[in-house]
Structures are given as structure tokens and as C-alpha cells.
């Protein structure tokens, strides 16, 4: 047995600068400031919170599923007056909508936009909010949880200011931490904050010291996360992102395919689905979470159940990172034909497969 | 390769179920409340003082180091009014001091206080705080990172409301996620908070709705390091607390006595110093850096530096759970007296290994 290497160790040291350098690739940024925040996803979306937003500031929040009125809440919390744009589950916010908003707010300090809707299967549009925000003199921060490393997130061509991701999805790391990339511009908003950051554990401006040049003692860093998220995020440059990316568009256009053929519908807004995340209306009469219950017993496959008002109705798929490959897309059709058959449903059967088969030729071209 | 596990999946929830019951052991508490937040160590501090600080709470701190006067600046930064008892570096915390505060407090909320000063050595006793905290209608709230599984804990009689720790110290587990503890007493003043807590990564009422018979998702929780902190605190269990506990008297006894025979000087106070954490006079003349680099270099030890007053003057020598081991009391004596007399240093030579070994055999009566 040996020991954990200490945060403090030179050799440690090198493993976060090169951390950065992988980071600013995946999120497609010169930031100085990316790095790993130490806490899940969900401390991501705070630290950008916690270090841009003070009292009293106006802040617009599109909310067309949980993760957008999770931020309006976290955004609230830290003292915000949150405009809220919101939109039916499963669409889009339309940047008319965001531009409306703009222009009734007197001061828009910021826009923050969930770009991956996880409990609905929305893939938002970012390019044309972020100019929106940025002509009305407000950043633009953007949720990549259930983005990053699966579709396009072009921090630097967005002209995003902040943006955070996890490293469970995309990056297929184990969770517990959550990649975050601030702006210059998010950094000197930062700077001309009247109060303190309300949050001890994430105040950029002490992490910032901590990952930067002067190596400030803030926190422990968490060594092992650090590390296994390093060598995650090797994996994902090495296999370049535009391969990455046309993956998750190949195994996504099988696996719709496959449902489609099987005669169930998808929920998402046609022409804004996401690859990585796929949401299925549950037919009716079928108990939803005994399928899940026998997807996971007899096939080892876990599916989510729906949120909020899709309880019930929904099923989510994820076909994420190392887990969105051609094996899980014929192995999740297969199963799912069995038991959905298995519980009387009447449903085309023996069509999925060679739905999806179709569906991979065409891609291969 | 196998995927992580879900963290949903019921084979992990009895995971949870257990390591809550393992944490009670390890606090000595009854709380329901006891968890793992995901963060480090210092968002345990934070989870506190977020859930139980609002804006104008009276907060009553100990300051005789730098994690004192990280807790001051943490509650500062909720809202709190702070008094500072401010004590010598080294020193503890005297509990008429603390009386004092807290007569000249209106209404105090807590006192908060660092168990194991990791900045100076000294170990501050609780039990008549807690006491003195209690009969003036505060809460108890302790800072036990660098003393959980080394010396005693005793939450529940010590009538401590919230209490934190971290994994990397005592409990050897990789940095990552910080124990916490919250009362019954501490609950429900939480629930009588008059605004919403400014943290929603670290909302106690929604944490606790996961970590509870609810389930009802908040955040993904850091799976890898979960299991970890498991293994880490069954290890612990299984070797039973009071004879960790003596372990760490005894090593520490044999490296002070050996400390002291090569003539060296601690600086903690004497009768209040901390068996896992030794602060040393750094000799005048001796270039402290070159020192710990040597060790590093030559013997892979790594002692730390002194932080703010003590920089440059002290050595932090560490000797907690899994590393408090006689082995280690030789090595480090060894080494750092080759270095030292390598450095020029005029010291008893030869007399450290038997010093300690003296103080081995007096421990074993």
C-alpha cells in the first residue's frame, strides 16, 4: 500500500497545470481561468453563481426543464432578481424570447442558459443568446453538464463567460468534480464586485491563487478525483473531439431510429434533440418503473425515470461518453423490445435492429 | 472495464445507509444527521455556516491560528457578526474568554471553534465551552478536520451541535468529501431560518432529503470517493477508536521524546499539544525550506511548512491514522538529524532513537 501523493508535492503541481491545458481544450478556450472546482457538477453551477452574482443584480435564467429553475434558484439564493424566460418542456427557449427579457431588464448582469436540458432532451442553441446577452452588456454563462465532450461547446467562438460541466457524462470520469472556465471578462466582473463572495469554499479569487502561478493554499484538493479526471480527459483529446461529437450523432441517429421503429415516440422538440440523452414517451398502460426495474435486473442497463412533470411519463436514456457505443445501442433495443412485449404491449416487433442498422450504413456513408 | 456504479442504483443506497451508520460511530453521536457533504474538508466548515448563519447573527469564534480565522472569515461572509477570542498562536482558547464573549453578545447564535489547530499543534478542550455556549443559548459548532480518529470526538457527550471533519487526515481516506454531524438542536434552527440558506449546493434541507429515506435527488453524489470513505471508516471501526487513539498518544510521545533529545523545540503550549500534528522550532540558522526538500528528496517524507506568523519559524510534522506508525517516528528522527547535522547544526547526535524507544517501553508499562 502507498500512500496518496500530498496536494502540496511538485509532482502533484504538474498534474494540475496539465489538467488545465486538457480542460481549455475540451471546453475550446484560451480561459486562464479553467480548472476543476472540488465538488459534483452541481458546484459548478454555484461557483459561477456564488462569484458573479451579488444582491440586488438582474440575472436571466431560461427554464424549460429542472436544470434551468435549479440555476434560478441558485441564482436567487445568491440575491439575484431572476428574470425568468421560460419555455414548455422539451423545446427550446427561442432568443426572441431572451431578447424580450433583455430589454426589460434595466441592468442585465448575466444570461444563463442550460445547454444540455437533461430532464427533457433539449439541446439549446447557444450562438445567438450569447450575442443577444453580450449586446445588451450582460455575460453569458452556460450549463454544459450533459454537453461537454458530447456535442459542441465552443467557449471561445460562443463567446461564452462562464461555463461548467461535470465529469461523470461526457468526460466519463467518476463524479465529484466539476470543470469550470471563466472569461477575462466574467474574471474583472469579479473583481469589481462591491461585497465579498458569500462562499468561503468557492471564492475564485483565493481557488484562483490556489491553481494559479502562486499556489496559495485554499483546500486540499481532492488528489485521486484530480487525477482519475486527468487521465478522462486525456482519453477524450486523444480521441478528438470532432470524432467524439460524430459518435454521439451516429449511435443517437441508430437508437432513435430503433425506438421510432419500434413504434414509440421521442419527446424532445424535433431538430433540438440531444445525442447523448434521449427522452422516450412511456406508452400507455405500462407501469414505467417496472421496466426500468427489469432493465437493470435482467440486462444489467440503467435508464432514468422522468422529473417534475415528466414523473411518470418519460423514460431518459443516456448515451454518454464511453458509454455511447453501437454494443449498448443494440443491447438497450433488444432488451427493451422483450420486455415491453413481455407486458402485452403491442409494439413492431423485429424492426428496431434493422432500423438502427439503416440508420449506421447511412452514416458510414 | 466496468462502468461506475449508478447513483441511484439500490446497491449503492444501502452503501449510503451503512457509511451514515459508520460516521455516527466515528463522531460517537446519535444525529441522524450525519453525512458526507461533497466537497473537502472546508465545505464542511461551509454547509455549517451556511445552513446555520443568516444575515446579523451574533458568532462567536475562537482565533488562535489560521483555521480559526478561516471560520471567522467563512461566517463574515454568511452575514454573521463576529466576535473574535482571539489566543496567542500555539495557545488555546480559554473558556473564560469565550464566557466573556458571550455575556457581551446580545443574542450569540454559536460558537464555533477549531478541536485540533493545524496550524500551531495545540489541542483545545471542548467540553467547557460547549457548556458555557449552551447556558447562554448558543450553539456548539467544532472544527474536528485534523482531530477525527486521532483523539477523542465525543459529539454527543461533549453536547456539540454541528461538527466537521475531513478524509485525508485521521480517517486516511483520498481528499474529497468532509464529514459532518448536525444536532438535533442544530436542525431545528435550521428550520426556523428566516430566509432561504444562500448555499444551494450545500442546503442541508435538500441534502438531507438524499441522504434521507426520501431519496429525492439534489446533486449526483461522488461515488468513487464515497466507497472510499467507507473502506476508510470500517478500517477504522474495525481497529476501534480508543485503541487509534492510544496509538497516536504513543507515537507521538516517542517522536516528541525523540524531538526533544536531539534538541529541538516544540511550540505548541505544553499540556494542550496535538499527538498528530507537531509543531517544531525551526533552529536559527537552518534553512526550513531546504530542510523539508531534503526530507522529500532523499527519505519521501513531506512536512509541512509554518502558515502566517509561524512561516519560515516551524515545522508541521503530521503523524494521523494510517501513517501513526513506529515506523515512521524512526525514519523521520533518523533522517532529519542526518540532515540537520549535514546542514552544520551543532545537536545531540545519537540520542533521539533512544529517547523515543524509552518512551516506546513506558507506554507499554
Given at each position: ?5 500530498g496536494h502540496?508535492d ?7 497545470e496539465?489538467?488545465?491545458?486538457l ?6 478556450t484560451e ?5 476543476p ?10 461557483i459561477?453563481?456564488a462569484n ?5 443584480d438582474e ?8 436544470f434551468?429553475a ?8 445568491q ?6 424566460v421560460e419555455?414548455?418542456w422539451g423545446?427550446i427557449?427561442e432568443?426572441?424570447?431572451i ?10 448582469k ?5 445547454h444540455?436540458?437533461t430532464s427533457t ?9 450569447s450575442?443577444l446577452?453580450h449586446?445588451?452588456?450582460?455575460l453569458m454563462?452556460v450549463?454544459a453538464?450533459?454537453s461537454?465532450?458530447c ?5 471561445d ?6 461555463c461548467?460541466?461535470?465529469t461523470?457524462?461526457g ?8 470543470p469550470v ?6 474574471m ?5 464586485r462591491?461585497?465579498k463572495?458569500?462562499?468561503w469554499?468557492l471564492?475564485i ?19 485521486t ?6 487521465e ?5 483529446i ?5 470524432e467524439?461529437?460524430?459518435?454521439h450523432?451516429?449511435?443517437a441517429a441508430?437508437?432513435h ?8 415516440k ?7 434533440r ?9 406508452p400507455?398502460?405500462?407501469?414505467e418503473?417496472k ?5 437493470l ?11 417534475g412533470?415528466?414523473?411518470?411519463k ?9 458509454s455511447?457505443?453501437r ?14 412485449a413481455?407486458?402485452?404491449l403491442?409494439?413492431a416487433?423485429?424492426k ?5 442498422d439503416?440508420?449506421?450504413a447511412?452514416a458510414?456513408?
Amino acid at each position: 500500500m502507498s500512500p496518496v501523493i500530498g496536494h502540496l508535492d511538485p509532482d502533484f503541481v504538474k498534474v494540475m497545470e496539465d489538467l488545465k491545458g486538457l480542460l481549455r481544450a475540451v471546453f475550446r478556450t484560451e480561459n486562464e481561468m479553467t480548472f476543476p472546482a472540488s465538488g459534483t457538477g452541481s458546484s459548478g453551477m454555484e461557483i459561477i453563481a456564488a462569484n458573479l452574482i451579488e444582491d440586488g443584480d438582474e440575472v436571466i435564467v431560461g427554464v424549460n426543464g429542472a436544470f434551468g429553475a435549479r440555476f434560478a434558484d441558485c441564482a436567487e439564493r445568491q440575491g439575484a432578481k431572476v428574470h425568468k424566460v421560460e419555455a414548455q418542456w422539451g423545446h427550446i427557449i427561442e432568443p426572441g424570447a431572451i431578447e424580450t427579457a433583455l430589454k426589460a431588464a434595466r441592468n442585465p448582469k448575466l444570461v444563463a442558459i442550460v445547454h444540455a436540458e437533461t430532464s427533457t432532451g433539449a439541446h439549446q442553441p447557444i450562438e445567438e443568446i450569447s450575442a443577444l446577452a453580450h449586446r445588451h452588456g450582460a455575460l453569458m454563462v452556460v450549463d454544459a453538464v450533459t454537453s461537454l465532450a458530447c456535442v459542441p461547446v465552443e467557449v471561445d467562438r460562443w463567446n461564452i463567460d462562464a461555463c461548467f460541466s461535470c465529469t461523470q457524462k461526457g468526460l466519463s470520469a467518476p463524479p465529484g468534480l466539476a470543470p469550470v472556465t471563466f472569461s477575462a471578462a466574467a474574471m474583472d466582473a469579479v473583481r469589481k464586485r462591491r461585497t465579498k463572495c458569500r462562499s468561503w469554499y468557492l471564492d475564485i479569487a483565493m481557488i484562483g491563487s490556489y491553481w494559479g502561478s502562486e499556489r496559495v493554499y485554499h483546500h486540499t484538493a481532492p488528489i485521486t478525483m484530480i487525477y482519475a479526471l486527468y487521465e478522462a480527459a486525456r482519453i477524450v483529446i486523444e480521441e478528438r473531439l470532432e470524432e467524439r461529437w460524430r459518435r454521439h450523432r451516429t449511435n443517437a441517429a441508430a437508437l432513435h431510429a430503433g425506438l421510432n421503429a419500434m413504434g414509440l415516440k421521442l419527446v424532445a422538440q424535433e431538430g433540438h434533440r440531444l445525442p447523448q440523452l434521449s427522452t422516450v414517451a412511456v406508452p400507455e398502460g405500462i407501469d414505467e418503473a417496472k421496466v426500468r426495474a427489469e432493465l437493470l435486473r435482467l440486462f444489467n442497463i440503467e435508464i432514468a425515470a422522468g422529473l417534475g412533470p415528466f414523473k411518470g411519463k418519460v423514460w431518459r436514456i443516456g448515451l454518454m461518453g464511453e458509454s455511447c457505443r453501437r454494443e449498448n445501442v443494440t443491447l438497450l433495443l433488444g432488451a427493451l423490445e422483450q420486455i415491453l412485449a413481455g407486458m402485452g404491449l403491442e409494439l413492431a416487433r423485429g424492426k428496431a435492429l434493422a432500423a438502427a442498422d439503416a440508420a449506421y450504413a447511412a452514416a458510414a456513408g
